[in-house]
């Protein structure tokens, strides 16, 4: 029989032989709505885990302005005397998330570290927010507090007010999180910050019936912070067409076990923790490599390299967010392990080309804690017949790990003859401790201290730290110079510095920082 005449085809849609078809079409539906509901779990479990993550960042946050308000309240000074201001000015260069310290008086403000006396004392808003818990006042965007025109964020309590730093605040918290979130207080009555993801794009179709949102809200024990979450979840709109076929001819042959088994297997394999694990056991990460240029002639010099994360699913992960889920997860030391041995397996024939040229490796907490690391690391240097005075081995002043620790491993290395880097000097916890107890060969200053050099307030910080660091005679690096302005600065601060950032040239491949190296440093 032909199975193409109509007689056929009319037999099969008719009567009882529609059963099978209409129990296809249930079974389908069946797959999809468990489908959406497994996602949903999943996508419950991993807010959860997301608005965590945000309330302990601005926990942090929060701690760290109190910290600084404490102390500039226990000044043992009069207020806005020059010992007084003094403090507050050694405040602001310990602390990064706090931009200037002031007194009040009478609900005005009459000095700040950054302006001394104000010539005219400017008075508070009237639209702040009086947290009881804390005891603090907390104005957002007021303008016009300074004889700069600026919108700051004040927090005022007893005769001192912090002025936050937005910027610095902002990179605390990952906005490249896909989720709505309002950071506020236990009440609800006062924002303190918020973010939205870009929109995604995705088309308007029938498969938009299956979004659903979902709202959380967690506070914290110690402050007076709530963070409020909102996601939208669509498993079916963003799953590839050919997937998304398999699932209903599945739906359609085994109901709803299948379909049940199918996305608790799919959603495993896509977690960003199960990618980055299987990431690094492959070996799929990828390096970059930023270049170093002597600001006097613009030669290079060195290059730091920068790992680089491009996933499938996730896209390009924040570098700082997949090494600290590195961290959580027990594989850093992999990662830690693999730049080194790609780095030097890259450059190993450049540098033996190039006798002045240093590579810059970052080095963290485990890698210093770890026994094994340096004879490790003698065994690569050697095999790829690399000097040890071009490897520099760069100790970041965040790692939270007691300084002594620190001190000790910058010897040995300066002992088997690497070269030792303070990086994100001013930025940590350590600060100008580090200068005298540990010993280094070159350090760098955070790009914190490179943006807006353009402000006299900025500029008397980096006037400031250079005086005590140029007599060290140790060579000084500047990170993030991104215009030709803030490299003429840094030029008249110290012209015989290194200076890296977007400027010059972004982290490359190694193909692409060879030909540029060749193009730029040519006789």
């Known amino acids: 029989m032909n199975l193409n005449t109509p007689n056929f085809k009319a037999r099969l849609l008719s009567g009882k032989r529609l059963i099978p078809i209409v129990a296809a079409i249930v079974s389908i539906l069946a797959t999809l709505v468990l489908t959406q509901f497994v996602s949903r779990m999943l996508a419950l479990e991993n807010q959860k885990s997301m608005s965590a993550h945000i309330l302990t960042q601005a926990e942090r946050v929060a701690g760290e302005l109190s910290k600084a308000q404490q102390t500039a309240a226990s000044s043992p000074y009069p207020e806005c005397t020059v010992d007084d201001i003094d403090l507050m000015r050694r405040l602001t260069l310990e602390y990064e998330l706090v931009q200037d310290i002031g007194r009040v008086w009478h609900g005005k403000i009459i000095c700040t570290a950054g302006w001394g006396i104000l010539k005219h004392a400017a008075v508070l808003p009237n639209t702040g927010y009086y947290s009881r818990p804390e005891k603090r006042t907390f104005y957002r965007n007021a303008v016009d507090m300074l004889p700069v025109r600026k919108t ?71 402050f007076d912070l709530c963070i409020e979450t909102t996601t939208h979840s669509n498993a079916l709109a963003g799953l590839p067409s050919g997937v998304l076929l398999l699932l209903v001819t599945l739906g359609a042959g085994a109901g709803y076990l299948a379909g049940f088994a199918l996305m608790a297997w799919v959603g495993r394999i896509n977690s960003i923790d199960a990618r980055l694990k299987k990431a690094v056991y492959y070996r799929a990460l990828h390096l970059e490599y930023q270049p170093q240029y002597r600001l006097s002639d613009e030669s290079i010099v060195g290059a730091e390299v920068l790992v680089r994360w491009q996933d499938d699913v996730y896209g390009n992960v924040s570098p700082e967010f997949f090494i600290k889920l590195a961290e959580r997860m027990g594989i850093y030391r992999q990662i830690t392990r693999f730049v080194i041995e790609q780095s ?21 907490k485990h890698d210093i804690a770890d026994a094994t690391f340096l004879p490790y690391l003698n065994s690569l240097v050697e095999s790829a017949g690399c000097k040890r005075c071009q490897i520099k081995m760069e100790i970041t002043e965040k790692t939270d790990i007691n300084y002594k620790v620190i001190a000790e491993s910058a010897r040995e290395l300066r002992r088997l003859g690497y070269l030792v880097s303070l990086d994100d000097f001013g930025t940590g916890v350590a600060n100008i401790h580090w200068l005298t107890e540990i010993t280094f060969d070159e350090i760098k200053l955070d790009k914190y201290f490179v943006r807006g050099l353009g402000d006299d307030f900025k500029k008397a910080m980096l006037d400031a730290l250079l005086s005590i660091i140029v007599p060290l005679n140790k060579t000084i690096v500047f990170e993030g110079i991104e215009t030709l302005e803030e490299k003429n600065i840094v030029m008249s601060a110290h012209a015989t510095a290194i200076g890296q950032g977007w400027y010059y040239s972004r982290a490359i491949p190694i193909k692409d920082f060879t030909r540029l190296y060749h193009g730029e440093n040519q006789d």
């Open 344 to 364: 030097l397996a890259d450059m190993a024939g450049f540098i033996a080309k190039h006798p002045d040229f240093t590579l810059s490796i970052n080095v963290g």
């Open 152 to 222: 700051n964020d004040l927090i005022v309590k007893g005769n001192t007010v912090i002025f936050a730093s937005p910027v610095n605040i902002k990179l605390q918290y990952m906005s490249e999180l896909m989720l709505d979130w309002r950071l506020i207080t236990r009440n609800g009555a006062y924002v303190f910050d918020t973010s939205s993801p870009p929109s995604t794009g995705v088309h308007q179709s029938w498969l938009s019936l299956f979004t659903q949102s979902s709202e959380q809200n967690i506070c914290s024990q110690q």
